[in-house]
């Protein structure tokens, strides 16, 4: 194995278990959650971020993440986040269940930075795409960048699974080809609710858990710019 994909690995492991020790205990996973909430505030009140309210009535569901990057010369990304979706009758969110993600990536690249993005789920394709146990957006499910503004759903792709909605921050220079995947994660899922062998499907689609307090206030805000935008 050349020696440059020899250390992305290692670097990408290490950003898995530096992550994964954030989330051992509920009160870390509870914050998560609660970040998650931050995030959506923070890109609604964005005017070039903030999603139409005409497209957050009518999705089925968001995915919520915060992804670090980092490199010189190789990059690496990992993150964390959650799903929720909504019930296609009720219109009701579901119980969040917990994500992760991860990459690695070569190019021209100098710089760190954070980046917070809401994945808005528009249409069957995207809820599938959530049943697995590991997916990547524009891969398993059609995305694009999410139009913002007047009119945003007729500036829709016919057939697009995933709006993408981000903020960056910090400073993350050059290009570079990049490539990550989204992970159900079953250890937070099983220590925040306290079952074993809990997966996202279970939680999201099965409803096998009930909303815990932590998560009404996320679910308040989400309901609150479906009814009014921004």
């Keep these: 194995m050349p020696k440059t994909k020899l250390w992305m690995g290692v670097g990408l492991a290490v950003l898995f278990i530096a992550t994964a020790c954030h989330a051992d205990s509920r009160k870390n996973l509870a914050k998560r959650i609660t970040d998650a909430n931050q995030y959506v505030n923070d890109i609604m009140e964005a005017p070039d971020t903030a999603i139409p309210q005409e497209l957050l009535s009518k999705c089925r569901g968001v995915i919520i993440l915060r992804q670090y990057r980092a490199g010189f010369i190789f990059g690496l990304k990992g993150g964390l986040g959650i799903a929720l979706v909504r019930d296609e009758k009720t219109k009701t969110w579901s119980a969040p269940a917990f994500i992760k993600a991860g990459s690695g990536s ?31 957006i524009g891969v398993d ?81 989400l309901e609150k710019y479906q009814a009014s935008g921004t």
């Design 106 to 136: 070569y190019g021209f690249q100098i710089g760190g930075q954070s980046v917070d993005s809401i994945f808005v789920i528009m249409n069957r394709d995207g809820m599938e795409m959530l049943m697995k146990t590991n997916f990547k």
């Design 141 to 221: 499910a059609s995305a694009a960048a999410g139009p913002v503004g007047r009119d945003a759903e007729a500036k829709l792709g016919p057939g697009t699974a995933v709006l993408v909605y981000s903020r960056a921050k910090g400073l993350y220079a050059g290009a570079s080809f990049e490539g990550g995947v989204l992970v159900s994660d079953d250890d937070a899922n099983e220590s925040f609710y306290g079952r074993k062998g809990l997966s996202n499907k279970a939680i999201l689609f099965e409803k096998q858990v009930k909303i815990p307090p932590e998560a009404k206030i996320l679910i308040n805000t």
